[in-house]
């Protein structure tokens, strides 16, 4: 019987010689070969060539990592929206240089920084907006059974993505602790 270690939960994996290799961890179900996977063979004989070490067979060209293209193949439209995205405003004679300081300095006047869940990149806080009480039907608080989970008015925060330009909406310090405890509220 032979074992390998599962480079992504660290798990030893006993397979049979006869049934050959596990191709996925029976763990955490990731690939054990492929793609970020290193295989180091570590044996009793030292004097092996680091080339004998690493396993490149998956390896094409070195060259290709410089290009995006190469490296993502169809997968660039899809990973890298925000990219299109000021792309398209550089084209059109923006300046993204000193968009990008701008976004910085914005960015440092900020309390909380969040992060865009599209594309990663940080949001900038655009202002806030308070809901009133004809706008907004609030839902039971399950915990009380009397009153409701979050009254109006409230104050959220709205973010904007300095890549992609998507939206993010946030509760403010003051109605999160309300929110808190309501919930938390006993019966």
């Not at 010689?17 to 070969?33: A, D, F, Q, S």
């Not at 410089?66 to 997968?75: H, Q």
């Not at 399950?142 to 709205?158: G, H, I």
Request: hydrophobic content about 30%.
């Amino acid at each position: 019987m032979e074992t390998t270690v599962c480079p992504w939960c660290h798990t030893e994996i006993v397979w049979d010689e006869e049934l050959g290799p596990e191709e996925e961890c029976p763990y955490c179900h990731n690939e054990l070969k492929g793609y970020r996977t290193l295989n180091i063979n570590i044996g009793d004989e030292e004097d092996d060539e680091a080339d004998d070490i690493y396993d490149v067979d998956d390896v094409q060209d070195r060259d290709q990592t410089s290009d995006i293209a190469a490296l993502w193949g169809d997968e660039v439209e899809l990973k890298l929206p925000e990219l299109r995205t000021l792309t398209k405003y550089a084209d059109e004679g923006n300046d993204l240089i000193q968009y990008e300081e701008g976004v910085e300095k914005q960015l440092d006047l900020q309390e909380e920084v969040p992060e865009c869940p599209h594309c990663r990149e940080f949001m900038i806080l655009a202002g806030t907006q308070t809901s009133k009480p004809d706008t907004f039907t609030p839902v039971a608080n399950a915990v009380s059974r009397e009153d409701s989970l979050l009254d109006a008015p409230f104050t959220v925060q709205m973010y904007v993505c300095s890549g992609c330009f998507q939206v993010q909406y946030s509760l403010s310090e003051d109605d999160r602790l309300r929110l808190i405890q309501n919930l938390s509220a006993k019966k």
